[in-house]
Every structure is written in structure tokens, then in C-alpha cells.
């Protein structure tokens, strides 16, 4: 069976491919994250998702290792009005993109990527979130806790923001950071299974 490799150092990467029974070696891929002039957000989350595998096969490569491995790549981004939302700067900036998300809804975008010595494949999906007004003072409480601060868009819905968030139309999880489902698919593709471990009843 091919090995797989996590090129990314999120936590919440690591405990989805867990929880489908999947294990992985983490890498660490790290490439320059900067959008492209005039690059439209979806190109951009592929992009970078195909980036960070192809990073890490050449670092398996490079060490010998890439007979066999399957490196897996991601990148989520929050779209509102057209513009990509990152990680905050400070905490003006993370109140600015509280404020710009309190009351509306926006996108989110995730890609994932799997690339072998023989080829790179992506997915990409796109799920709607709607967050209810949020208040000044909510969102300087939120800011104290520390959980915007590497966090695209400035919020994690699996943690304290989940309050905020009124409607999700497509994949929690991949607005966690990986689509699973697609994951899943690609996986299969690439000959690795999901629920491994599992014993059948």
C-alpha cells in the first residue's frame, strides 16, 4: 500500500484524516502563500494546495523517500465580496474581518491536493456561511481568546466561533480545512483506503 504524507502542520488537518482512519507521516512544506495579482480566489486555494504537495513530494524526493508516497496538500480561504480574507495581521485587522463578516455571508473555499512521482490531482469545494451580527464587544472577546490569530478569516468554526455561525450550506469539514469527502475520493484514486484499522462486523 502506498505511505501517506500530510504536507501541512494544521492540527485540524491532522485530527480529519484521523478521524476517517487514514494514517500519515506529517511534512513539513512550507511555500510562499502570496496571491497572484488578479488571481481569482478559487485558482488560488488550487494553487496553493498543488504547491504544498509537490512540495513535499520533493522533499521525499530528495531524501530518497518518494518510491511509494503520496503526498497530500491543502489551502482553505475565506472569500467575501470576491476578496480573500487570511490570517489577521494584528488585532485591528482581526477586527476589521469581524466586522466585515458580522450579519452577511461569505465563502469558503478549500482545495485539496495528492501528488505522486506520477501525477497531481485537486479537488475543490466551496461552501456558503452565513454569521449572525456579531458585537463590538463580542468580537474584542473573541480576539482575547487567541483563537483568530492564525486563522483564515479571522475565526475557526470548530472552535469559539461556532456561536456566530447561523447557516452552513456545504462541507463542515472542509471549512474545518479538509473536505472529506472529496479526500476520500482522491485517496481512493491514489490507492489508499479510508477506515484502516477498522475491524468489520
Same mark, same amino acid.
Given at each position: 500500500?502506498?505511505?501517506?504524507?500530510?504536507?501541512?502542520?494544521?492540527?485540524?488537518?491532522?485530527?480529519?484524516?484521523?478521524?476517517?482512519?487514514?494514517?500519515?507521516?506529517? #511534512?513539513?512544506?512550507? *511555500?510562499?502563500?502570496? @496571491? %497572484?495579482?488578479?488571481?481569482?480566489? +478559487? &485558482?488560488?486555494?488550487?494553487? /496553493?494546495?498543488?504547491?504544498?504537495?509537490?512540495?513535499?513530494?520533493?522533499?521525499?524526493?530528495?531524501?530518497?523517500?518518494?518510491?511509494?508516497?503520496?503526498?497530500?496538500?491543502?489551502?482553505?480561504?475565506?472569500? #467575501?465580496?470576491?476578496? *480573500?480574507?487570511?490570517? @489577521? %495581521?494584528?488585532?485591528?485587522?482581526? +477586527? &476589521?474581518?469581524?466586522?466585515? /463578516?458580522?450579519?452577511?455571508?461569505?465563502?469558503?473555499?478549500?482545495?485539496?491536493?495528492?501528488?505522486?512521482?506520477?501525477?497531481?490531482?485537486?479537488?475543490?469545494?466551496?461552501?456558503?456561511?452565513?454569521?449572525?451580527?456579531?458585537?463590538?464587544?463580542?468580537?474584542?472577546?473573541?480576539?482575547?481568546?487567541?483563537?483568530?490569530?492564525?486563522?483564515?478569516?479571522?475565526?475557526?468554526?470548530?472552535?469559539?466561533?461556532?456561536?456566530?455561525?447561523?447557516?452552513?450550506?456545504?462541507?463542515?469539514?472542509?471549512?474545518?480545512?479538509?473536505?472529506?469527502?472529496?479526500?476520500?475520493?482522491?485517496?481512493?484514486?491514489?490507492?489508499?483506503?479510508?477506515?484502516?484499522?477498522?475491524?468489520?462486523?
Amino acid at each position: 500500500m502506498n505511505s501517506l504524507y500530510l504536507a501541512s502542520g494544521s492540527p485540524r488537518r491532522r485530527e480529519l484524516l484521523t478521524q476517517i482512519g487514514v494514517p500519515f507521516a506529517p #511534512l513539513s512544506a512550507s *511555500i510562499d502563500e502570496t @496571491p %497572484l495579482p488578479g488571481e481569482a480566489p +478559487l &485558482a488560488y486555494v488550487e494553487r /496553493l494546495a498543488r504547491g504544498k504537495a509537490q512540495a513535499g513530494l520533493a522533499q521525499l524526493r530528495a531524501n530518497g523517500m518518494a518510491a511509494g508516497a503520496v503526498v497530500l496538500g491543502a489551502d482553505t480561504a475565506v472569500v #467575501l465580496d470576491g476578496r *480573500i480574507l487570511g490570517k @489577521p %495581521l494584528d488585532q485591528a485587522d482581526a +477586527l &476589521a474581518m469581524l466586522v466585515a /463578516l458580522s450579519g452577511r455571508e461569505h465563502q469558503v473555499l478549500t482545495a485539496v491536493a495528492l501528488a505522486d512521482e506520477q501525477r497531481c490531482e485537486v479537488r475543490s469545494v466551496t461552501s456558503h456561511v452565513r454569521f449572525r451580527p456579531i458585537s463590538a464587544q463580542q468580537a474584542h472577546a473573541y480576539w482575547a481568546s487567541g483563537e483568530p490569530c492564525d486563522k483564515a478569516g479571522s475565526y475557526a468554526i470548530q472552535g469559539l466561533a461556532a456561536i456566530f455561525v447561523e447557516s452552513l450550506a456545504g462541507s463542515y469539514s472542509a471549512v474545518v480545512g479538509l473536505p472529506l469527502c472529496e479526500t476520500a475520493d482522491l485517496l481512493g484514486h491514489f490507492g489508499i483506503p479510508c477506515w484502516q484499522g477498522q475491524q468489520a462486523h
